[in-house]
């Protein structure tokens, strides 16, 4: 790897949303022969390819995977080539879903130590020198019929990796969803430990929904994940988890979906439905100011939209007052590697430029507010200093 140092830059840029398969968890796909896995087939140009395919039907037998999904010199690599100084890696889905229940305890606990050993024996951020270049999200085994206690005694072992400073979710939770009741011991263990919680979609939605038509992968991504965030979010809410776990923290994928978008909706369903009319202690859109946003979006007219919902979130407290600047300090800069790389040889990927530029140009954001969202939030999230 070249050893051509950063340019100089005000803030540390800091990316929370970045993905990693290690060498552990791409051989248990390996060994399997229906998704998700890892299949090796001839190219178009003749030579051996691997595809991951994380669902059945997945279009185009999934996508090609190499290196920049397990090796941390492309990760180091990709973060020199964007100016990024520090990364919260987390596994990319499905995580440990298809997996029995003692060998997903077991493997959960393999990759928080493989997740510590790839973070720890990471360079010092460039400029940077009081922070790592990789910080990561550990795994929980969130599987049916896991006992709760080893999902517990996981978020224990977790406490004591330094350089993790939370946990990957996904939105099935040990079967039943992240509403589940039997969750609640979970939820308080989190928020006790004081971890971070990234959820993250991976099943989408119905995909009768998206017809027949050959669209690729643009109806799942760009509607089934942010759909899936957004239902399992509301139910959250719904269950009433933020009210009885005020503390817990929650990063959304994807800006939380169509959360904001859909809150006065939700709101206003609510209000006119005598099962849950009187079941939480606030209007629904006060709790989008208890979360937290990556800023993955791509367009700085739908990230300030986003800001203001969270935002006006306070409003809906006892004194109706809020601040409209404080929205932004809930968004966090991220680029979803090694996933939508770009589709020519470029050195810039597109989506990781769209998203910087997004960050830059949305109106009213002061320069502050830019580089807060580009890495100070991040640092105050998870408690490091420069």
Same mark, same amino acid.
């Given at each position: 790897?070249?050893?051509?140092?950063?340019?100089?830059?005000?803030?540390?840029?800091?990316?929370?949303?970045?993905?990693?398969?290690?060498?552990?968890?791409?051989?248990?796909?390996?060994?399997?022969?229906?998704?998700?896995?890892?299949?090796?087939?001839?190219?178009?140009?003749?030579?051996?390819?691997?595809r991951l395919l994380i669902l059945d039907g997945e279009p185009g037998s999934g996508r090609?995977?190499?290196?920049?999904?397990?090796?941390?010199?492309?990760?180091?690599?990709?973060?020199?080539?964007?100016?990024?100084?520090?990364?919260?890696?987390?596994?990319?889905?499905?995580?440990?879903?298809?997996?029995?229940?003692?060998?997903?305890?077991?493997?959960?606990?393999?990759?928080?130590?493989?997740?510590?050993?790839?973070?720890?024996?990471?360079?010092?951020?460039?400029?940077?020198?009081?922070?790592?270049?990789?910080?990561?999200?550990?795994?929980?085994?969130?599987?049916?019929?896991?006992?709760?206690?080893?999902?517990?005694?996981?978020?224990?072992q977790i406490k004591t990796l330094p350089h993790v400073s939370g946990v990957i979710m996904?939105?099935?939770?040990?079967?039943?969803?992240?509403?589940?009741?039997?969750?609640?011991?979970?939820?308080?263990?989190?928020?006790?430990?004081?971890?971070?919680?990234?959820?993250?979609?991976?099943?989408?939605?119905?995909?009768?929904?998206?017809?027949?038509?050959?669209?690729?992968?643009?109806? @799942?991504?760009? =509607? !089934? $994940?942010?759909? *899936? /965030?957004?239902?399992?979010?509301?139910?959250?809410?719904?269950? #009433?988890?933020?009210?009885?776990?005020?503390?817990?923290?929650?990063?959304?994928?994807?800006?939380?979906?169509?959360?904001?978008?859909?809150?006065?909706?939700?709101?206003?369903?609510?209000?006119?439905?005598?099962?849950?009319?009187?079941?939480?202690?606030?209007?629904?859109?006060?709790?989008?100011?208890?979360?937290?946003?990556?800023?993955?979006?791509?367009? @700085?007219?739908? =990230? !300030? $939209?986003?800001? *203001? /919902?969270?935002?006006?979130?306070?409003?809906?407290?006892?004194? #109706?007052?809020?601040?409209?600047?404080?929205?932004?300090?809930?968004?966090?800069?991220?680029?979803?590697?090694?996933?939508?790389?770009?589709?020519?040889?470029?050195?810039?990927?597109?989506?990781?430029?769209?998203?910087?530029?997004?960050?830059?140009?949305?109106?009213?954001?002061?320069?502050?507010?830019?580089?807060?969202?580009?890495?100070?939030?991040?640092?105050?999230?998870?408690?490091?200093?420069?």
């Amino acid at each position: 790897m070249s050893s051509t140092r950063l340019s100089p830059s005000p803030t540390p840029i800091v990316d929370v949303h970045t993905h990693v398969y290690f060498p552990r968890y791409a051989a248990e796909l390996r060994a399997r022969s229906s998704a998700p896995r890892i299949l090796t087939r001839t190219g178009a140009d003749g030579k051996p390819e691997e595809r991951l395919l994380i669902l059945d039907g997945e279009p185009g037998s999934g996508r090609s995977v190499g290196p920049q999904y397990w090796n941390r010199e492309e990760k180091l690599e990709f973060m020199k080539r964007h100016h990024i100084h520090v990364s919260f890696v987390s596994s990319a889905n499905p995580w440990l879903d298809f997996l029995p229940a003692e060998r997903a305890n077991t493997l959960a606990q393999a990759l928080n130590n493989d997740l510590e050993e790839y973070c720890a024996s990471s360079p010092k951020a460039d400029g940077f020198p009081g922070l790592r270049s990789i910080y990561g999200f550990g795994l929980l085994p969130l599987v049916p019929h896991i006992p709760i206690s080893s999902v517990i005694q996981t978020i224990e072992q977790i406490k004591t990796l330094p350089h993790v400073s939370g946990v990957i979710m996904g939105t099935k939770g040990i079967g039943n969803g992240l509403d589940d009741d039997a969750l609640e011991p979970i939820w308080e263990a989190i928020e006790s430990a004081g971890l971070v919680v990234f959820v993250h979609p991976h099943y989408g939605v119905d995909t009768q929904a998206f017809g027949n038509k050959p669209n690729g992968h643009v109806l @799942p991504l760009a =509607l !089934g $994940f942010p759909f *899936e /965030t957004t239902i399992t979010i509301t139910r959250l809410i719904l269950a #009433g988890v933020l009210d009885r776990y005020p503390n817990l923290r929650l990063l959304l994928a994807h800006s939380g979906g169509a959360l904001s978008q859909l809150s006065s909706r939700i709101a206003s369903c609510i209000a006119h439905d005598p099962v849950v009319a009187k079941r939480l202690q606030h209007d629904a859109r006060y709790y989008l100011g208890k979360l937290y946003f990556d800023a993955v979006a791509y367009g @700085p007219e739908e =990230l !300030g $939209f986003v800001s *203001e /919902t969270i935002a006006r979130a306070e409003s809906y407290n006892a004194t #109706g007052s809020y601040n409209a600047d404080a929205g932004s300090t809930r968004m966090l800069f991220g680029t979803d590697h090694p996933f939508f790389p770009p589709l020519e040889g470029s050195q810039k990927w597109q989506s990781v430029e769209d998203n910087m530029k997004a960050i830059r140009n949305v109106r009213g954001w002061s320069e502050s507010t830019q580089a807060d969202v580009l890495g100070h939030n991040a640092l105050r999230l998870f408690n490091l200093k420069c």
